[in-house]
């Protein structure tokens, strides 16, 4: 089993960047693919990125291209989701999950997820 738990949300103005980590308990972080959703209020959560379980591959939500980047580090068992020229539809609470394929973009394709990190994009 993996719990994980995310860090590093807040309130930024348009235009900001923000970095998003997600910390991984357990022995096997590098086992899994892992993804990023977010969920705005009154919608559907929706994928945003994923990454394999070595980081040589990643996947991107067509809304977040070029400007979002995942990655992560297996010594340390974390995720990143470095966030850059922010939108105001950029809010939502961001999630990370694992265990999916890294080009799965449906939530039912991940085992695990976190409590979620609150990304508020001023205009």
């Known amino acids: 089993q993996v719990q994980l738990v995310e860090s590093g949300g807040g309130l930024v103005q348009a235009g900001g960047s923000l970095r998003l980590s997600c910390a991984a308990s357990?022995?096997?972080?590098?086992?899994?693919?892992m993804g990023w959703f977010r969920q705005a209020p009154g919608k559907e959560r929706e994928f945003v990125a994923s990454?394999?379980?070595?980081?040589?591959?990643?996947y991107y939500a067509n809304s977040v291209k070029g400007r979002f980047t995942v990655s992560r580090d297996n010594a340390k068992n974390t995720v990143y989701l470095q966030m850059n020229s922010l939108k105001p539809e950029d809010t939502a609470v961001y999630y990370c999950?694992?265990?999916?394929?890294?080009?799965?973009?449906?939530?039912?394709?991940?085992?695990?997820w976190g409590q979620g990190t609150q990304v508020t994009v001023s205009s």
């Open positions: 999950a694992a265990g999916g394929r890294v080009y799965a973009t449906s939530t039912t394709a991940y085992d695990y």
């Open positions: 357990g022995r096997t972080f590098g086992n899994y693919a």
């Open positions: 990454i394999s379980r070595n980081g040589d591959i990643t």
